[in-house]
């Protein structure tokens, strides 16, 4: 079945460093969701990716999605203290009538 | 986006009882989902509850240990039936937004069974 893999699971920084996270499914992907959840919190949906090379900015968030949707990054610009949580992506393959969640890479800033 | 209530917010059970769980949505909406999150894992589909049919169900769970209704499109329930301690968990329901794919998530309700 489909699989999506999140990199890395864990990630500390100083405040005003830049933070990545990858995301990588075993199949081609139709489209991609990213979430955002806060300790103690639920999933917040963040953006939507759905054509080859998309790149998408939120404030100091950009998300971009492989040329070949199959991998998806989330880069944030000068973490605040504010960005602290879990970071998932969802993606859903062109042949799935659901979206498979990564595993989620927990971010930690240190102020 | 759409609001979501669920109830309870967390409970603490006894093995072998079971616990009915409320999603309540604010609007119409299609596509209604559970999940259950253990503390520190991702989100694992439990099933899709169809408004008027069946659930459909995931890979390693069956309805009689998670029976769901959907009597409308704004309300659904997920019972967990026959608790042990693994099904100590989160039980989120999400619905799907409208012509897309992205998912709005309640609040969760937090399950422990001692």
């Known amino acids: 079945g489909q699989q999506v893999m999140q990199i890395p699971q864990y990630q500390h920084v100083q405040e005003g460093e830049d933070f990545t996270t990858y995301c990588n499914s075993s199949t081609t992907l139709s489209n991609i969701q990213w979430y955002k959840q806060r300790p103690g919190g639920h999933p917040v949906f963040l953006i939507q990716?759905?054509?080859?090379?998309e790149v998408k900015k939120q404030k100091r968030l950009t998300f971009q999605f492989g040329e070949a949707k199959k991998n998806s990054s989330l880069h944030i610009t000068a973490t605040q203290t504010t960005d602290v949580g879990t970071y998932f992506c969802?993606?859903?393959?062109?042949?799935?009538?659901?979206?498979?969640f990564g595993d989620g890479t927990t971010l930690t800033v240190k102020p | 986006s759409a609001v979501i209530s669920q109830k309870p917010s967390r409970d603490i059970c006894q093995r072998g009882t079971s616990l009915t769980i409320q999603c309540q949505v604010d609007s119409q909406v299609t596509m209604m989902f559970w999940y259950r999150q253990q503390p520190g894992q991702s989100l694992t589909l439990i099933a899709t509850?169809?408004?008027?049919?069946?659930?459909?169900?995931e890979s390693g769970f069956v309805i009689d240990k998670f029976p769901i209704s959907r009597p409308n499109l704004t309300f659904s329930t997920l019972t967990v039936s026959n608790m042990s301690p693994e099904d100590s968990s989160i039980y989120l329901c999400?619905?799907?937004?409208?012509?897309?794919?992205?998912?709005?998530f309640g609040p969760g309700t937090r399950l422990t069974v001692t």
């Open positions: 969802a993606g859903r393959s062109t042949n799935a009538g659901k979206s498979t």
């Open positions: 509850a169809n408004q008027g049919s069946e659930a459909t169900y």
């Open positions: 990716l759905v054509k080859s090379g």
């Open positions: 999400s619905v799907g937004g409208a012509g897309s794919y992205e998912q709005y």
